[in-house]
């Protein structure tokens, strides 16, 4: 607790096993009046921790019939152990805190519920590229579409231009116009990618019928909607059994692994509580929370990492060089590398994918190979690169 900023609001909610009893004189500045029963020992703990926190005992500030403070009931006993926590400062935003008599959330306890509102800042969206549709090169009809538009913008050439400055910007602009340009924001991946129009309609239909009964509690209402339950069910079973089905039919190739790695994803991430971590802490222990606060220390600890020198072994001197001509780069070479190649990965800052250059076929073969020796006898990349 002592770690955490005091700017930071902190809500504890637990089992505390402790009373602190009704009543509050004394202790003003920490609880209420409406606690349950006697304080005991381990109570006085709470209250002691809760003072030197700077802390408030939520649920006795709420003046609420015995049923809606006793946390736990067994047998014959009736008491409050389960306690919410928060920040003295933050006692203004919080409206109610209450027991919900009937829900079970743990055996012979019961749900402690409070109601807190926050102001939240509207987050400023950042900023996005837009990206180059290049994933439509899959499409046969789209990459013939983008050779014969290549060929358009180099004035009927097939051969494309000697120079890689102006082969790129053709390249580029060409793609923007012929596959189009995303938003550039990152889409979720979702497990719901076996949805279907039947299934959407179903869905709909059952909702209707829902709220048709929920309107007129009739027996003929009433079974309509649960065979429409019925049908859905159904309807989403063979729904996902055939994109199952699809997928497994698909796994030999490179879009079924990347489909099956996509939903490995989702459900990693649908089985995490919290999605992301955006807490780190400073040199000296202390959590941070803020933005600008945890940027600023990854910031120094890049800039620890790669700019101060540190204690290495030393590298075998006198190592024997080897200096022999180096023989030109073939075409053929060049042809079984983009053959290996994946498709699908991330652009570089020249952003031109491989699959520009498999669509292009033997002249991108001609040019790259061209290109490739002329980097290795001047020893000069593109500035691109």
């Known amino acids: ?13 637990e089992d505390f096993n402790e009373h602190v009893g009704e009543g509050n004189r004394g202790d003003e500045e920490v609880m209420g009046k409406f606690g349950v029963k006697e304080r005991n020992l381990e109570g006085q703990m709470v209250v002691d921790f809760a003072k030197r926190m700077d802390m408030a005992v939520v649920n006795t500030y709420f003046q609420k019939r015995e049923e809606h403070r006793v946390t736990y009931k067994s047998g014959g006993r009736r008491t409050q152990v389960d306690y919410i926590l928060c920040r003295r400062g933050n006692l203004k935003e919080i409206s109610d805190c209450k027991v919900v008599v009937g829900e079970s959330v743990a055996r012979q306890h019961r749900m402690v519920v409070c109601r807190m509102t926050l102001m939240v800042c509207k987050k400023k969206r950042s900023k996005t590229e837009n990206k180059t549709k290049w994933w439509k090169l899959k499409k046969k009809e789209c990459c013939e579409e983008f050779r014969q538009k290549m060929r358009q913008a180099l004035g009927g050439q097939v051969v494309l231009p000697d120079d890689w400055e102006t082969t790129a910007e ?4 060409t793609g923007r116009k012929v596959l189009g340009v995303s938003s550039g924001r990152r889409k979720d991946d979702k497990e719901t990618w076996w949805w279907n129009e039947e299934v959407q309609d179903s869905i709909q239909r059952k909702r209707l019928a829902k709220k048709k009964w929920d309107m007129d509690r009739t027996e003929e209402n009433r079974q309509e909607y649960k065979e429409l339950q019925r049908r859905v069910k159904r309807e989403v079973s063979k729904a996902k059994q055939k994109a199952y089905d699809e997928l497994y039919t698909r796994l030999d190739t490179r879009e079924g692994e990347k489909d099956l790695y996509r939903l490995a994803r989702q459900r990693d991430r649908d089985g995490k ?7 780190i802490k400073d040199r000296d222990g202390r959590v941070l929370t803020r933005e600008e606060s945890v940027q600023r220390r990854w910031k120094e600890y ?10 290495r072994e030393k590298r075998v001197e006198g190592v024997n060089s080897v200096e022999q001509k180096v023989d030109k780069i073939r075409k053929d070479k ?3 590398a983009l053959k290996r190649m994946k498709s699908g990965k ?3 800052p020249d952003d031109i994918p491989v699959e520009v250059w498999k669509c292009l076929g033997e002249s991108a073969v001609e040019f790259l190979t061209s290109l490739f020796n002329r980097v290795l006898e001047s020893e000069r990349m593109p500035e691109e690169w």
Request: glycine share 8%; no cysteine.
């Open 1 to 13: 607790m002592e770690s955490i900023p005091t700017g930071e609001r902190v809500v504890i909610g």
């Open 302 to 311: 890049f800039e620890e990492l790669m700019n101060e020198e540190k204690e």
């Open 273 to 279: 509580d919290v999605q992301q971590v955006r807490v």
């Open 170 to 173: 053709v390249i580029r602009e």
């Open 334 to 336: 060049v042809r079984k």
């Open 346 to 348: 991330e652009v570089g």
